[in-house]
């Protein structure tokens, strides 16, 4: 089991940028899968980004080209860094962790409380 803590959520205009950062406890964190998933109000929490342990990379097509995900397994941290946000990117932003890669959230049985993303028109 990881503990996980996300921060660096706020209020953006659109075009904006914003980094947000989540902390993992234990040093366990190099042998985990990391996603950031997103859920905006009345909708469904859907998959944003992954990082795998091989270091390979996914993203949502909505976000592809705009959003990076990136891990310091040395920090035992994820980071996930948005540029050209948009409103509809208005979300509660939260990162996971699991022992399969996937793009399921039913996969992931770690998750971070949230951070909440607001990005203006």
């Known amino acids: 089991q990881v503990q996980l803590v996300e921060s660096g959520g706020g209020l953006v205009q659109a075009g904006g940028s914003l980094r947000l950062s989540c902390a993992a406890s234990?040093?366990?964190?190099?042998?985990?899968?990391m996603a950031w998933f997103r859920q905006a109000p009345g909708k469904e929490r859907e998959f944003v980004a992954g990082?795998?342990?091989?270091?390979?990379?996914y993203y949502a097509n909505s976000v592809k080209g705009r959003f990076t995900i990136t891990r310091d397994n040395a920090n035992y941290t994820v980071y996930l860094q948005m540029n050209s946000l948009k409103p509809e990117d208005t979300a509660v932003y939260c990162c996971?962790?699991?022992?399969?890669?996937?793009?399921?959230?039913?996969?992931?049985?770690?998750w971070g409380q949230g951070t909440q993303v607001t990005v203006s028109s």
């Open positions: 996971a962790a699991s022992r399969i890669p996937s793009f399921q959230r039913a996969h992931y049985g770690d």
């Open positions: 234990g040093r366990t964190f190099s042998t985990y899968h």
């Open positions: 990082a795998w342990i091989s270091g390979n990379t």
